[in-house]
């Protein structure tokens, strides 16, 4: 009994991840579409921005849907060499919420160009990708030139039903905004390309994030975690701005305080990419957890008192 509940709770999630799938594959679909309609700078910015924001999603979510598959052949495989009916019950640790805001990325310019402003003025669009396990979040959109000292995120950042041993990914990217752009790349057969390209039903537009899983995994590596913005197909990778990975950093639950903490970047670029920023080194932010055993009830029932007289 509890095996075949074990495995109607594992078809009910898998169910959840290929829906949550699903509408990953239509928004990439709407972020493409509206990416070569754009016919503004600051418009196509927030467009490949949502584009690049699916795409972690989808590869997220379909490494999660992959792992689920490992674990079930090799449940399998233990229960055929076993040979035992039953099944062994774990402690399962307590799970929690975290909480990221007041993100903050000190620069650190030249002399002459901050103080004597001399020089080019350069100006970028920068944002920070936050991941959790499947549980992808960006942040707003900022303009950096070298009138700032700090790169400040407002707003806080939540992600649900973490458990102990989570790793908390912040991806900063970046894109020059001295690229040139050409409002409409695609043109109108493109566009009509990439509206076929899915399909409309479920089982085409999971087949096709499937496809295009393969397609960045023989890319050579570039979904992979530290690398700059996948390619998502060959007419989508020749259109609008383009955002490279900057520096990333993975926090833990050793870095939980109460607040703010000081945290080493892993530079992933050089000062001769055109996307560059003077980066200080490290960011500041607060992250805090919260077991969920602090907000529900682990116990409930009657509860009696007698009272003995001696």
Request: hydrophobic letters at 40%.
């Amino acid at each position: 009994c509890q095996c075949n509940m074990g495995k109607f709770k594992g078809s009910i999630y898998r169910i959840q991840v290929l829906k949550q799938i699903e509408r990953e594959v239509r928004m990439r679909e709407g972020a493409s579409k509206l990416l070569a309609a754009c016919s503004r700078r600051e418009q196509a910015l927030e467009a490949s921005k949502s584009l690049l924001t699916c795409t972690a999603r989808i590869l997220a979510l379909l490494s999660q849907l992959q792992k689920m598959r490992n674990a079930q052949v090799l449940q399998r495989v233990g229960r055929r060499s076993d040979g035992v009916q039953g099944y062994v019950e774990y402690v399962v640790p307590c799970l929690g919420r975290i909480s990221l805001s007041d993100l903050r990325i000190p620069l650190m310019w030249k002399d002459s160009e901050y103080f004597k402003n001399k020089g080019e003025l350069q100006r970028c669009a920068v944002f920070c990708l936050l991941q959790c396990g499947t549980e992808i979040h960006d942040t707003d959109l900022v303009m950096v030139d070298r009138t700032l000292t700090d790169i400040c995120f407002e707003g806080t950042t939540i992600f649900t039903e973490v458990g102990p041993s989570f790793q908390l990914r912040v991806e900063l990217y970046s894109s020059c905004a001295a690229e040139e752009f050409s409002p409409g790349a695609l043109g109108p057969r493109r566009v009509s390309c990439l509206g076929g390209s899915v399909g409309c039903s479920s089982g085409k537009k999971i087949r096709a994030a499937f496809e295009f899983a393969a397609v960045c995994g023989s890319s050579g590596g570039n979904a992979a975690p530290g690398s700059a913005s996948p390619p998502l197909s060959p007419d989508l990778s020749a259109l609008g701005p383009k955002y490279n990975l900057l520096a990333h950093t993975t926090l833990r639950i050793e870095h939980v305080r109460e607040g703010f903490k000081t945290h080493d970047w892993s530079l992933a670029a050089t000062e001769d990419n055109p996307f560059w920023l003077p980066l200080y080194g490290n960011m500041c932010c607060r992250l805090v957890a919260q077991p969920l055993c602090m907000m529900h009830p682990i116990i409930s029932g009657r509860f009696e008192v007698k009272v003995t007289f001696f």
